[in-house]
């Protein structure tokens, strides 16, 4: 999954806006809405930020493969 649509399940899955994750991860609103229309790419520390965050929220992008191992 590229980051954009990361950035997408993420705010999806929690149910935020772009505004409420650019200030959970101290970033612009214009930050985040560029990540997410492919615009541009995190710089690393941003990169960990958003990482972390994830971490913290129990969002696991290895999801879609859990649900299809079921047979």
């Not at 999806?12 to 492919?38: G, P």
């Amino acid at each position: 999954m590229d980051f954009s649509k990361k950035v997408r399940h993420v705010r999806e899955k929690l149910n935020i806006s772009q505004e409420d994750l650019a200030r959970a991860l101290n970033v612009s609103y214009a930050t985040v809405n560029r990540w997410e229309n492919s615009k541009t790419k995190p710089i690393r520390m941003a990169r960990v930020l958003f990482d972390a965050f994830c971490i913290e929220n129990a969002i696991n992008f290895c999801e879609n493969t859990e649900e299809h191992s079921e047979t």
